[in-house]
């Protein structure tokens, strides 16, 4: 059974999504920012709706439809502008950033010159087969250029390579929960709801 007719928390909320292309963070971000009245930032949908004919916008397409990343300090200032809407006031589910250290350790700092922290860490797990069979579903179903079957493989390595050793630094820094992603989403959703109310 899900919880979705709880009411959202009035205090709002900071988390950040970590998990490996394909685990299903859209979603469950989505769900999760809906619960709790925050904006559901995802980077990857901010990057892709760039102006493809902007010289911006064909700078970001050849860094991800082949499964690259766009440059950190891109990533970044989206992510600060982005913030610095009314609208994430009171708190944001960020899906996608940061994605590498350097973003992580950027992202700390600039946090903490607000006098903020993130109040949790959701790492979404699931095994390798299952993230090939969703993202190859993906494709099928949306036509993504990095979802194509060159792009994935070399996107599931860079997640292990540059966005994993988020894991430990958030572990670290005691502010992570691990959730696996496999199961109905409305099984995942109750799972992440759990570990976001126990963490508050
Ligand atoms: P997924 O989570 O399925 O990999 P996203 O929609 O989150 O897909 O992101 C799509 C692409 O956008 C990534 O593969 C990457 O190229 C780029 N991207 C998104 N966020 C970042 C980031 N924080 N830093 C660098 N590149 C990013």
Known sequence: ??????EPSANGIRVVFVGPPGVGK????RRISQYFGVPHLSTGDML?????????????RDCIDDGGFVPDYVAMRMVIQRLRQPDCANGFILDGFPRTLPQAEMFDEHLA????RLECVVYLTADQETLHQRLRRRFELEGRPDDSADAIQPRLELFTELTQPLVQHYAALGVLN???GIGPPDEVFDSLLDSLNTRR
Do not use: I
């Open 1 to 6: 059974m899900t919880d979705q007719n709880k």
């Open 26 to 29: 859209g979603t469950q971000c």
């Open 48 to 60: 892709r709706a760039t102006d493809p004919d902007s010289d911006f916008g064909k700078l970001v």
């Open 113 to 116: 010159g607000q006098g903020m």
């Open 178 to 180: 691990t959730v696996p």
